[in-house]
């Protein structure tokens, strides 16, 4: 019980020092204010931002690999750079040998008008797929009627096609639209389902829903016969912990395929979707990271002004510390004192740096960047920054402390 009072006097009694000199304690906590405010509002910020960044991802598909062509520096202006896109030759060879992906699909993009009835639409993005993106894609057909593409429909190159709401809507199409036909770049087709429309986020080109058709990749081809490449090759990992090993993979059967020698640039792309995400979390940790190496310098500039200010405080109350001693206060009592009121100090800075963090943070709520909408101060950051502003005080505040305690009583008693 006694030890409970001792402590909660110490502390009244630093409270009532810190108050007493309300400007000197502001001044002094300044680099542990700014340190504490750093950190809360960079690691809000970089978080927020990971959260937006990720979830972004998630829609879009963390296990995707896009692989296309690629004209390299140096060839440029020498070789036209259709020439460097995939064939088909290429993507069989691709989707027949690499064992890091479960399954691919070619693309072929378009853009061609549709019409049904009296209904025209020009400039639909029309994509030649495989059965296997629907898969890929996680799109299924949600019309009760309609059906996936299979791989029927690109052996006979029929001219079937998927379409998604939007262009239900557009071409005025029945509610079950399986069996319609409507005419792609005045070809006959036959619409077989229509296809889940799916939210890609900000990042990939949502918004607005856009008009989409599909058709078989034999059949995109037979759009341009003298066409003999894909737009991408997209491809599903069988694990997003294979993304080096796809990357790998797919490169070593490119190269071979197009006899690059060792040295030669690579004139393809393997983009993988989780190698980005791996490298925005390092890229945030480096970010986090600098953070604290910011915040450890404002908390030592900020734990030296502590020390000063503790030495100036035990100068002024020398007398005090004299007379406490001849009335029998021992030693350590008195370092307690005076190391209690420098973490007091500490921590006093570290309110209102938590403080001014949490009010940047609603600051970044009103900012127009959807980015920012999630960023939150996370409660192990609180818990650093309050840990660190105690560690600070005790490290800084052990000196005068220490000096204080040592002090002799007779000459304590006699300081002017």
């Known amino acids: 019980m006694t030890l409970i009072l001792l402590f909660v006097q110490t502390i009244l009694t630093a409270l009532r020092q810190i108050w007493a000199n309300k400007v000197r304690a502001m001044l002094t906590t300044l680099g542990i204010i700014i340190g504490v405010w750093a950190v809360i509002s960079i690691v809000a910020a970089v978080g927020g931002l990971r959260t937006f960044i990720l979830n972004e991802f998630e829609t879009f598909g963390t296990k ?3 692989i296309d062509g690629f004209l390299p520096r140096n060839q440029r202006g020498r070789i036209p750079w259709w020439k460097t896109e995939l064939n088909m030759r290429e993507v069989r060879h691709i989707t ?6 479960s399954r691919f699909t070619p693309l072929i993009f378009g853009s061609y008008t549709l019409e049904y009835g009296d209904q025209k639409v020009d400039f639909v993005q029309t994509t ?9 894609e996680a799109r299924g057909v949600i019309d009760e009627n309609g059906r996936p ?11 079937v096609c998927l379409v998604n709401e939007k262009l239900v809507e557009l071409l005025d199409l029945p509610k079950e639209p399986a069996g319609t036909a409507i005419r792609i770049n005045s070809r006959r087709f036959t619409v077989v389902g229509v296809v889940e429309t799916k939210d890609m986020g900000a990042m990939f080109g949502g918004g607005d ?9 034999s059949v995109a081809q037979s759009f341009n016969p003298e066409r003999k490449h894909v737009n991408f090759l997209l491809g599903e990992l069988v694990d997003p912990k294979l993304a080096d090993e796809a990357k790998a993979e797919i490169g070593s059967i490119l190269r071979s395929l197009r006899n690059l020698e060792p040295g030669q640039p690579d004139n393809f792309q393997v ?3 989780q190698s980005i995400i791996d490298n925005f979390n390092k890229i945030a940790a480096v970010i986090t990271f600098g953070a604290f190496v910011i915040v450890g310098i404002s908390l030592v500039v900020g734990g030296i002004g502590i020390m000063n200010i503790m030495l100036v405080s035990v100068s002024e109350r020398t007398r005090e510390i004299g007379l406490r001693k001849a009335l029998g206060a021992r030693p350590e009592v008195i370092l307690i004192q005076f190391l209690t009121e420098a ?3 500490c921590l006093f800075g570290g309110a209102i ?3 001014a963090g949490q009010g940047s943070v609603l600051l970044l709520h009103l900012l127009p960047w959807a980015a920012f909408k999630t960023a939150s101060v996370p409660s192990w950051a609180i818990a650093v920054s309050i840990g660190f502003s105690a560690a600070i005080g005790v490290l800084f505040g052990m000196f005068p402390a220490i000096k204080a305690a040592r002090l002799n009583p007779i000459d304590a008693l006699r300081h002017e």
């Open 64 to 66: 995707k690999v896009y």
């Open 96 to 101: 027949s040998n690499a064992k890091t992906c």
């Open 128 to 136: 030649g797929i495989w059965p296997e993106w629907h898969a890929i």
């Open 149 to 159: 593409f299979n791989s029927v429909d690109d052996e006979q190159i029929r001219s």
């Open 209 to 217: 829903t856009q008009a989409e058709a599909y058709i078989p990749v």
């Open 271 to 273: 983009n993988v979707l």
């Open 343 to 345: 973490v007091t100090l």
């Open 353 to 355: 740096g938590l403080a």
